[in-house]
């Protein structure tokens, strides 16, 4: 930044200087913000390809899905049907909904009640946690309870993944975790202001987790 030139500066020199110097912040931050946008996806898609290969012949322990957007659910039914002998457990499900309301707002092909017959034993919601850092605790808690799980696949979508990342690995690091997402229409102004906000709940969170004390119980209870 442009610093003091003169022992003694007129009021001009100084309040020029200071607006150069803003102008020039205000530029490094919006360029910042411009590249983590781009950096967010490409991520969530390195992440997505990573997972693919490590899961082509086996399959994980558990699969957590984080509600809150278009996608997740539907990409979570399609997993369990994928993955039959795995654990599925949705975090973040409105109360008024059950594994039924769900599959019917889905509009599955599959009958409601073929797919509760054939896959409803290894699915389970959560019906506590009510942000990010709420479906990460809960999800260790469900961990915590399926004592050999070590392998767990993450799902949600694509903008999501690198705040979910810093999350789990502040959380605990006991697990393998990787993640799965659904991808992002970037052509589309919604998921482009989608983006755009996730950039600022990254920074929001990023600064929470600094101060998070990892000697603190994980646990959601309302």
Not at 67 to 95: H, L, W
Not at 100 to 119: A, C, M, N, P, R
Not at 148 to 169: E, F, G, P, T
Request: a positive charge.
């Amino acid at each position: 930044m442009f610093s003091k030139k003169y022992v003694f500066e007129t009021k001009y020199t100084r309040t020029r200087r200071t607006i150069i110097n803003l102008i020039l912040m205000s530029g490094f931050f919006l360029f910042s913000l411009f590249l983590l946008c781009i950096y967010i996806p490409r991520y969530a898609k390195n992440n997505k390809e990573k997972t693919e290969l490590t899961f082509y012949q086996k399959a994980p322990d558990v699969i957590a899905v984080f509600t809150g957007d278009k996608g997740r659910v539907d990409y979570a039914f399609k997993m369990a049907e994928k993955y039959p002998s795995v654990k599925i457990f949705i975090t973040g499900v409105y109360a008024k909904n059950n594994l039924t309301t769900l599959l019917k707002k889905q509009g599955k092909d599959i009958s409601v009640d073929e797919f509760l017959t054939q896959e409803s034993h290894h699915i389970e919601l959560d019906y506590l946690a009510r942000n990010t850092v709420e479906n990460g605790i809960a999800t260790i808690n469900y961990l915590k309870r399926m004592q050999k799980a070590k392998n767990i696949i993450i799902v949600s979508s694509d903008y999501h993944i690198l705040r979910i990342s810093l999350i789990m690995n502040t959380l605990t690091s006991d697990y393998n975790f990787y993640y799965d997402s659904i991808n992002g229409n970037y052509s589309q102004w919604r998921d482009v202001k989608i983006l755009f906000k996730e950039v600022f709940k990254l920074l929001k969170t990023s600064t929470f987790l600094f101060f998070w004390d990892k000697e603190t119980p994980t646990s959601v209870t309302h």
